[in-house]
């Protein structure tokens, strides 16, 4: 198996981009459930819980389905790495824009309309709960590192495959 320098980089680039759609998805799915939650007036405590049990089963499946989908597309496909990146470049420069137009207008519009409700969940949860949340966070790369390596690691005979495309 012969990789050019530009296989190598659409790798590259295709592990930094996932890792990015990953993360922008999860991160507007937080913003989204959080402030949803809030305005139909779900107590913080169990807001703060069901976001982060949320978020990890959405985190986690978007990880597996697009590692999975990359793997397969790049092993089967070996010469198309290239129009891998650009979806998954694609993909993460939308959801930027969703993030913006929703800090832009959604969460403006949220502050007013219910900003009792906001500062409410905030004050009642305190720093205990950034801590958590920090903490399940680092849970999340980890178990993530380990899906990854998982994906990734098994042993099968790949050359064939990789070699029919050249």
Do not use: C
């Not at 779900?42 to 389905?65: A, D, H, R």
């Not at 913006?100 to 409700?117: G, M, Q, R, S, Y």
Request: proline share 3%; charged share 15%; glycine share 4%.
């Amino acid at each position: 198996m012969n990789l050019g320098k530009a296989a190598i980089f659409h790798l590259f680039g295709i592990g930094i981009f996932t890792w990015l759609v990953v993360a922008s998805f999860g991160w507007l799915f937080e913003i989204f459930a959080r402030n949803t939650l809030i305005v139909v007036g779900v107590p913080p405590i169990q807001n703060f819980w069901l976001i982060e049990f949320s978020l990890m089963v959405v985190y986690l499946g978007l990880l597996i389905t697009l590692l999975r989908y990359s793997r397969r597309k790049i092993l089967l496909h070996f010469d198309k790495t290239r129009k891998i990146l650009i979806v998954l470049v694609v993909t993460t420069f939308l959801i930027q824009l969703i993030q913006f137009l929703t800090t832009l207008f959604v969460i403006p519009i949220l502050t007013l309309d219910h900003a009792e409700a906001v500062q409410g969940y905030y004050d009642q949860l305190g720093p205990v709960h950034k801590i958590t949340s920090s903490l399940l966070e680092l849970f999340r790369y980890f178990i993530a590192a380990l899906i990854t390596m998982n994906i990734f690691a098994k042993q099968e005979d790949l050359t064939p495959l990789i070699d029919q495309q050249q």
